[in-house]
C-alpha cells in the first residue's frame, strides 16, 4: 500500500530540559516521572496537530534513546559498556571528526528472556489521546548484535552473531503484531544498521571485526526485518509499515556516509515494507539515481529537512529537490519528511525545539505546495 501522508517525520523529537534533567535523576519516583512524561506529550501531540499533520508519535519521550525499549523489556544484557567511536560532525561547512566514548546498552552474557513488551506503555496513551493516527517507533534486530554481542562475553549464550539476532525475532514480530491490532496506523523500523552496508569502512568492519560476509550479512538483515514484518501483517491489513534509513544520529553527528548504490536493489526489491524513510539532506547520501530499484506500490519518503543543523532550508530548495527525485520515482509515491528523528538520543541534536517546530511546519508547508494535502 502507497502511504497517505504527504508530509511525515521520523518519530523522535526534542526533550525539554525538564525531562531530560527528570529521567537523569536516579531518585525521582516513576509516578512523578510519568508526569512529566505525559504532561509534554500532551504538549507535543497539540504542537504536532496544529502544524497539519495527519500522523502522530510521543517523540519517544518515554525512552532514553530510540533503542531503549528493547533493553528495558529484555532480560540477558550486562550492565552497560563504554566504546570509543569515531562521529562526525559539520561545521562552517567543514567536516570534522570526534572520538567520543558512548555507553552501549548492554551487551548479551544470557539467552535473551522478555519481561514485557516494548510499547505497550506508549501505544496505551497515545490511544487515549492521539487527535489522530498513531506512529509507533521500533529499532529493527539488526541494531543489536554489531554492539550488544561480545566475544569472550557472549559466546557462552549464542556461539554466533547470527543466532543471537534471530533469538531477537520472535520478541519484534510479536509487538509488530500487537500494535497492528491495537489500531497504530503506522510502524516504523528504525535501521540505521544498513549503512554498514554502504559505507566501505563499515563493511570491512562487518568482514574483520565480526567475520561475516558483508553482502551475506546484509541477505540475512533482510530476511530478519521481513520475518518480523509478517507479524504487522497478520495483526492488520491496513497498517503502513515503513523503515527508515539513516547513518548515525547523534547529537547532530553521525558515523557513516555513501550513497544507497550499494544496497538499492537487495533492499527496494526485498523488504516487504509499504515505504523507505530515506535520509536526502547531504551530499553524504548521493544521488536519487538508486531510487530507480524502488518498486511500485511503495512510497520514498525524501528526507530533505536537517534535523543535525539549526540552518532553515527553503521551500524553492526543497521543491527543487523534489522535482529531481521525481525522475526516478513518480511523483504520486513521493513525500516529504526531516532526514532523521531530532532526538535519536536523550539529549538530542543541536538546535533549538523552535529551529524543530519550524523545520517541521516547513515540511508541512511543501508537503501542500506539491501534493495538495499533508
Not at 529499532?139 to 543489536?144: A, G, R
Request: one cysteine or more; hydrophobic letters at 40%.
Amino acid at each position: 500500500m502507497l502511504s497517505p501522508y504527504r508530509a511525515d517525520h521520523v518519530g523522535s523529537l526534542l526533550r525539554p530540559p525538564e525531562l531530560i534533567e527528570a529521567r537523569k535523576n536516579p531518585a525521582l519516583a516513576p509516578e512523578k516521572l510519568k508526569e512529566i512524561e505525559d504532561r509534554h506529550i500532551l504538549r507535543v501531540l497539540e504542537r504536532q496537530k496544529d502544524l497539519g499533520f495527519r500522523i502522530f508519535t510521543d517523540g519517544e519521550f518515554r525512552r532514553i534513546g530510540f533503542m531503549s525499549d528493547f533493553n528495558d523489556s529484555v532480560e540477558g544484557l550486562d550492565s552497560a559498556e563504554a566504546i570509543t567511536r569515531d562521529w562526525k560532525t559539520e561545521a562552517s561547512g567543514k567536516t570534522a571528526v570526534k572520538r567520543l566514548e558512548n555507553r552501549l546498552p548492554g551487551v548479551v552474557v544470557e539467552k535473551i528472556r522478555q519481561k514485557r513488551r516494548l510499547a505497550a506503555h506508549e501505544m496505551a496513551f497515545l490511544k487515549e489521546h492521539s487527535p489522530g493516527d498513531i506512529k509507533i517507533t521500533l529499532p529493527t534486530p539488526n541494531q543489536f548484535p554489531a554492539i550488544a554481542y561480545k566475544k569472550g562475553l557472549s559466546d557462552a549464550a549464542y556461539s554466533t552473531y547470527s543466532e543471537f539476532l534471530w533469538d531477537l525475532v520472535p520478541i519484534f514480530k510479536a509487538e509488530m503484531e500487537a500494535l497492528a491490532r491495537e489500531s497504530a496506523r503506522y510502524i516504523q523500523i528504525d535501521a540505521p544498521r544498513y549503512s554498514y552496508y554502504l559505507d566501505p569502512k563499515w563493511r570491512r568492519y562487518v568482514e574483520e571485526q565480526m567475520g561475516v560476509d558483508p553482502e551475506q550479512a546484509l541477505d540475512e538483515a533482510i530476511r530478519v526485518d521481513n520475518a518480523c514484518i509478517e507479524g504487522a501483517r497478520a495483526g492488520g491489513a491496513d497498517v503502513l509499515v515503513a523503515i527508515h534509513l539513516c547513518r548515525g544520529n547523534n547529537r547532530s553527528q553521525w558515523y557513516a556516509e555513501g550513497g544507497y548504490d550499494p544496497i538499492a536493489e537487495k533492499v527496494f526489491n526485498r523488504l516487504n515494507v509499504d515505504a523507505f524513510l530515506l535520509e536526502y539532506e547531504s551530499e553524504r547520501a548521493g544521488t536519487f539515481e538508486p531510487l530507480r530499484f524502488v518498486p511500485s506500490g511503495k512510497t520514498v519518503v525524501l528526507g530533505l529537512v536537517s534535523t543535525k543543523l539549526p540552518t532553515m532550508e527553503t521551500e524553492g530548495q526543497l521543491l527543487k529537490r523534489i522535482d529531481e527525485a521525481s525522475k526516478y520515482v513518480p511523483l504520486d509515491r513521493l513525500a516529504l519528511s526531516p532526514q532523521c528523528g531530532f532526538a535519536s538520543v536523550l539529549e538530542g541534536n543541536l538546535l533549538t525545539e523552535e529551529d524543530q517546530w519550524r523545520k517541521l511546519e516547513l515540511v508541512v508547508a511543501t508537503a501542500r505546495k506539491v501534493w495538495g494535502d499533508a
